[in-house]
């Protein structure tokens, strides 16, 4: 009767722990999402960026050339 407690104990154990490992990897997969995400939009941005100092660099140019 022992045996069989321990066996039980060591059972909900295990399935305690692969419960855990599947919460841990929803997380996981969850925040590689959104690290995604936020890349996408941090490169968004830097090209945006990046467009308008050229115009701006566009405008400076002319600028001086007309003067």
């Given at each position: 009767?022992?045996?069989?407690?321990?066996?039980?104990?060591?059972?909900?154990?295990?399935?305690?722990?692969?419960?855990?490992?599947?919460?841990?990897?929803?997380?996981?997969?969850?925040?590689?999402?959104?690290?995604?995400e936020?890349?996408?939009?941090?490169?968004?941005?830097?090209?945006?960026?990046?467009?308008?100092?050229?115009?701006?660099?566009?405008?400076?140019?002319?600028?001086?050339?007309?003067?």
């Amino acid at each position: 009767m022992a045996v069989q407690s321990k066996v039980s104990t060591v059972e909900k154990s295990v399935a305690n722990a692969k419960a855990s490992v599947t919460q841990a990897e929803k997380k996981l997969s969850t925040a590689q999402e959104q690290l995604k995400e936020k890349q996408k939009k941090a490169e968004k941005q830097a090209k945006e960026e990046k467009k308008k100092a050229e115009k701006k660099a566009q405008k400076e140019k002319k600028k001086l050339e007309k003067q």
